[in-house]
């Protein structure tokens, strides 16, 4: 496990005590047509235990996302149309309750180990956020968006994480709710970097990859997702550096 703990942090930075009365978490899994996952991922969450509720964001699927979240107790959010990961996520925590907000990608399908994982720090009140970190040679693309990713939370932060774009993450809500929507794929670089400015602290905790995670693979509709990554994170990144 690695921590950083944040260093002049330019927001209130108030640190989560470990709590004497049992937290509500809510899951928010954000789905763009994942028929075939997400119904899997929904049912490993709730077999981890400890969770209040999971909220499918569907963002503009062409598919049965919707439909298959239903079908197995998921909460559903439809987006008339494609918003981006980080609209979705926001659309979904606006509509949950639990105090400590679970983060999981859709796809993921094997989660249950995980968040245990995950929420322990946050609930025994050792961190504000934490971050699944995989190990090297997973994620399947060129390296361009997370290089630019890690280059651009350790420039505005201090910080080099492992796992920059990770998109499992336990956070208090507070959290999320100060650092407000974030655009696209720049979700995690903008909960990252606005957290560790406000003082917050974020761990990142090593994990194993679920093996029936499919990575994005050098094809074309591939080559144009990690363009559209790469550009978010560029402006939420320079949207930053404005801000700072």
Known sequence: M?????????????????????????????????????????????????????????????????????????????????????????????RVTGEVILLVDADLVEVSALVSKLLEPVMEGKAEMTVASFPAGTGGGLGLAVTLARWGIWALTGWSPKAPLSGQRAVVRWLVEEGGPVHGFGLEVGLTVKALRRGYRVLEIEAEMPVDHAVTGRTWSGFVHRARQFLDIAAVLARLAVAR
């Open 2 to 94: 690695k921590a950083f703990t944040a260093f002049g942090g330019t927001g209130s930075g108030l640190r989560w005590a470990q709590p004497s009365s049992p937290v509500t978490v809510s899951a928010v899994v954000p789905a763009y047509n994942e028929e075939g996952k997400v119904g899997a991922t929904v049912r490993s969450l709730y077999q981890a235990g400890g969770i209040t509720e999971v909220v499918v964001v569907d963002d503009g699927s062409t598919d049965r996302t919707a439909e298959e979240a239903e079908q197995v107790g998921a909460r559903v959010v439809r987006l008339t149309r494609n918003l981006g990961k980080g609209r979705a996520v926001w659309e979904g925590v606006k």
